[in-house]
């Protein structure tokens, strides 16, 4: 069973290196693809003057659905892994990708450690049933699939700057694909003390959203109360958040809006690409849409 490991990255040169030194480590005969970014911190130079990477792959895209697909584009094993720059693989996880898809899954995930000062915290399996599909989500930075399902399926969506691991975990659904857990498929990640949180794009977050659930189930009651439902519980901890004087009432007015221009634009969207791709894998911005994704290709096979 070959391995490639896709790695994308964006200005993370020194989380990058620790995730190579890892893949070199516990999975020495990987084919390793980096994609990167628009990087501007040495990332570049870094991955040339290293021996252990097989491609690296320049895009000129941020996004990170379209570095995945630029990865899976050159990956020629038979299973194709996608980890988290900033993402560790620890001991047994080569053998545990392998023990997962040699059985029924056409997918197999783990866990991500995550190092904090009060001690250690981990992840669980996570499913949901929507429209009577059950839906088994992946660890987007931490996950292995049979390259046939990724073929089949045309990669990721790139319409979605954000949510693409979570539309491809409902297209498998939909195609009964298999995705299994693992808890010796693990990845580690330890946390800078001064780390801060990232501001949440609600715009994106609502229009990703609505567009793959409108996308793969079709505007039903089911769709609505989901999006209502996130909708609902995210207006009442901003709510929170203006009652404790952490944002004021106009920024909590102004994230509405973000939410409901979001939510009409996705299922305008995902209308439109459900007529346009009327296929089982329900993927019109996937690979196949674009052959230009890579910039510059430096190939040490």
């Not at 890892?22 to 990987?30: G, I, K, Y």
């Not at 954000?162 to 498929?185: I, K, L, N, P, Q």
């Not at 003390?193 to 039903?220: C, F, H, M, P, Q």
Request: charge should be negative; hydrophobic fraction near 40%; aromatic fraction near 6%.
């Amino acid at each position: 069973m070959d391995i490639s490991v896709v790695v994308p990255t964006l200005n993370g040169r020194e989380e990058l290196t620790g995730c190579l030194d890892a893949l070199t480590e516990q999975v020495p005969d990987a084919e390793v693809i980096v994609v990167n970014g628009p990087s501007a911190d040495g990332t570049t130079g870094m991955v040339r003057d290293r021996d252990d990477v097989s491609l690296l792959v320049e895009i000129a895209d941020r996004s990170v659905t379209v570095a995945r697909n630029a990865g899976i584009d050159r990956a020629t094993g038979d299973v194709i892994a996608l980890v988290h720059q900033s993402l560790s693989v620890e001991s047994g996880w080569a053998d545990a990708v392998k023990d997962g898809l040699s059985g029924a899954a056409q997918a197999i995930t783990g866990p991500t450690h995550q190092q904090l000062w009060a001690g250690m915290t981990t992840e669980t399996e996570e499913t949901r049933t929507i429209a009577g599909r059950d839906v088994t989500y992946f660890n987007p930075g931490n996950v292995a699939f049979d390259a046939e399902v990724v073929e089949a399926l045309d990669g990721f969506d790139e319409y979605l700057n954000v949510g693409s691991a979570r539309d491809f975990a409902h297209r498998m659904a939909a195609g009964e694909y298999g995705v299994d857990w693992s808890t010796e498929m693990c990845v580690s990640r330890e946390f800078e003390a001064d780390g801060g949180i990232a501001e949440t794009d609600w715009n994106w977050k609502y229009r990703s959203l609505a567009y793959r659930l409108v996308k793969n189930y079709n505007v039903r009651p089911t769709v609505v109360r989901r999006i209502l439902s996130h909708a609902v519980g995210d207006a009442k901890d901003a709510l929170f958040d203006v009652v404790r004087g952490e944002t004021t009432p106009s920024q909590w007015l102004g994230t509405g809006q973000d939410v409901f221009g979001g939510v009409g634009s996705g299922i305008v969207d995902g209308v439109r690409a459900r007529v346009t791709d009327r296929t089982a894998r329900r993927n019109p911005n996937g690979r196949s849409a674009r052959t230009n994704r890579a910039v510059t290709v430096y190939d040490w096979r």
